[in-house]
C-alpha cells in the first residue's frame, strides 16, 4: 500500500470482526516494523507482552482496563501492552539525565515504535487501538512487567467492524510555526 495512503486511512477501531483471527506471525512482523524506529543512541528501550490467548485477554480486558474500552476491545485478535526499560533512553552512562526530558525520552522512543507498529497493521489489512486509559498496577502484575520498566499503552489489534470516518484535524497553521 501506498505510505500516504497508510497513514490517510489508518483509524482507531473501536469494533472488531469476531470471526477473524489475529495469528502470532502478524503480531511478530508488527514488532518487527516498531523495532525498526529510530531511538536515542540507539538505545531500542521498547518492550512488547503481546497477549494472544483467548483466556488472557479476557482476563486483561476484565480486570485491567475500563468498561468503555474492554467494550472498546472486545472481539480484537491481540492485546498488546507497550512499555519501556526506564533511565535508559535520555540517560548518561553515569545514570544521570541527559536534559530536562528524563525518561520522557523512553516514552518518545516507544510513541515513534509504536506508530511503525499501528501503521504496519494498516498496511497487514489490520485495524489499531492505542489505549492510554488501563489500570497500570493490575497490568503489571498480570503480565509480570518487571520494576524496571514502564507500562504506557495497550494497543488492541484486529479484523475492523467498522469503517469511521477520520475525526476532524487542526489545520497546518494550527500547529506549524515557520521562521
Ligand atoms: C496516547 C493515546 C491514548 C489513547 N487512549 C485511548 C483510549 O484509552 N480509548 C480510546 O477509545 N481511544 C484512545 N485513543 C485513540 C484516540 O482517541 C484517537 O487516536 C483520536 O481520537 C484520533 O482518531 P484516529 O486515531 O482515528 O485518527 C488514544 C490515542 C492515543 C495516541
Not at 502470532?24 to 497477549?51: D, F, G
Amino acid at each position: 500500500m501506498e505510505f500516504q495512503k497508510v497513514i490517510e486511512s489508518r483509524r482507531s477501531i473501536r469494533k472488531y470482526d469476531p470471526n477473524q483471527k489475529v495469528t502470532r506471525t502478524q503480531v511478530e512482523e508488527m514488532i518487527k516494523a516498531a523495532m525498526l524506529a529510530p531511538t536515542w543512541k540507539n538505545s531500542q528501550t521498547a518492550r512488547y507482552y503481546c497477549v494472544i490467548s483467548e483466556e488472557m485477554m479476557n482476563q486483561v480486558r476484565s480486570e485491567c482496563l475500563p468498561a468503555f474500552n474492554a467494550n472498546n476491545s472486545a472481539d480484537a485478535g491481540a492485546l498488546i501492552a507497550t512499555a519501556f526499560v526506564k533511565d535508559i533512553s535520555g540517560y548518561e552512562r553515569t545514570g544521570e539525565p541527559s536534559n530536562e526530558l528524563g525518561n520522557g525520552w523512553g516514552i518518545y522512543d516507544l510513541g515513534l515504535a509504536n506508530e511503525n507498529l499501528i501503521l504496519k497493521a494498516e498496511e497487514m489489512g489490520l485495524g489499531t487501538l492505542v489505549m492510554g486509559i488501563r489500570d497500570e498496577k493490575k497490568l503489571c502484575e498480570l503480565l509480570q512487567i518487571p520494576e524496571s520498566e514502564t507500562l504506557v499503552s495497550v494497543i488492541a489489534v484486529g479484523y475492523a467492524a467498522v469503517n469511521p470516518k477520520m475525526p476532524a484535524r487542526k489545520t497546518l497553521e494550527d500547529v506549524a510555526v515557520f521562521l
